[in-house]
């Protein structure tokens, strides 16, 4: 089977931009959950999707969104962006919200000027 | 809220030798999971083992193992017969089994994490 993938795997945006992240599971996964890695908090976990519904969601402002696609495919959307949006964007996927084991795709480096 | 610590940024260890990664972490919960992944310069996250809080047999996969105490809420990584590849930075993860009203809190909990060091 092939892994998670994330796309694009690098991006540079300006601040006050918007930018749209795409997360697609390992095929037959329904739950797709996004975490924020960052030197300075380390890895925080952004929302979590399951059957195209938010089923939880991390300590981030409204700035930080995202959406599920009923192919599993999710997206993550961070609108007026800051500097400190400059991270790594992590997507991991699993069979179903109680899958015990997450399988985390490569990530998208994100870096705001 | 659960709270994951790992006590040493960084760790070195001799080729062949081995080493024990250290973690512990904060909860009210019975029932719970915890984990250790693995993230190689390349940043692909990798799971390296598993541990179901309600086993008192602690997981073991090839030459990773884990030292779980519930009790003292302490859960390392052991690896034996280290090897180059093994180089890394290393996270310790808590995921609770409670659910919330939206149906899922099954979210990961990480730690800072270990850089791990192989030297030749």
């Known amino acids: 089977k092939a892994g998670v993938t994330q796309t694009p795997r690098y991006l540079i945006k300006t601040r006050g931009q918007q930018v749209t992240l795409s997360c697609s599971p390992i095929?037959?996964?329904?739950?797709v959950s996004w975490y924020q890695q960052t030197p300075g908090q380390g890895l925080q976990f952004l929302f979590e999707?399951?059957?195209?519904?938010?089923?939880n969601k991390g300590n981030f402002p409204g700035r930080f969104s995202g959406r599920q696609f009923s192919n599993s495919r999710s997206e993550m959307n961070v609108s007026t962006l800051e500097l400190g949006d400059s991270a790594l964007y992590l997507c991991?996927?699993?069979?179903?919200?109680?899958?015990?084991?997450?399988?985390f795709g490569p990530g998208t480096r994100l870096t705001v000027t | 809220a659960q709270t994951v610590t790992q006590s040493q940024p960084e760790m070195s260890v001799q080729e062949a030798e081995t080493v024990t990664l250290s973690c512990t972490y904060d909860?009210?919960?019975?029932?719970?999971?915890l984990f250790w992944y693995k993230q190689p310069p390349s940043r692909q996250m990798i799971l390296v083992i598993r541990?179901?809080?309600?086993?008192?047999q602690n997981a073991t996969e090839n030459r990773f193992s884990v030292n779980f105490q519930k009790a003292a809420k302490s859960f390392s990584l052991k690896i034996s017969d280290s090897q180059l590849g093994d180089a890394a930075m290393y996270f310790c993860a808590y995921r609770s089994t409670q659910i919330n009203s939206g149906g899922s809190n099954y979210k990961l909990t990480f730690g800072k994490g270990t850089l791990l060091t192989v030297n030749p």
């Open positions: 999707y399951f059957s195209e519904t938010q089923r």
């Open positions: 909860t009210s919960e019975s029932d719970y999971y």
């Open positions: 541990q179901e809080a309600y086993k008192q």
């Open positions: 095929s037959g996964h329904r739950s």
């Open positions: 991991a996927s699993s069979h179903g919200t109680s899958g015990v084991n997450r399988y």
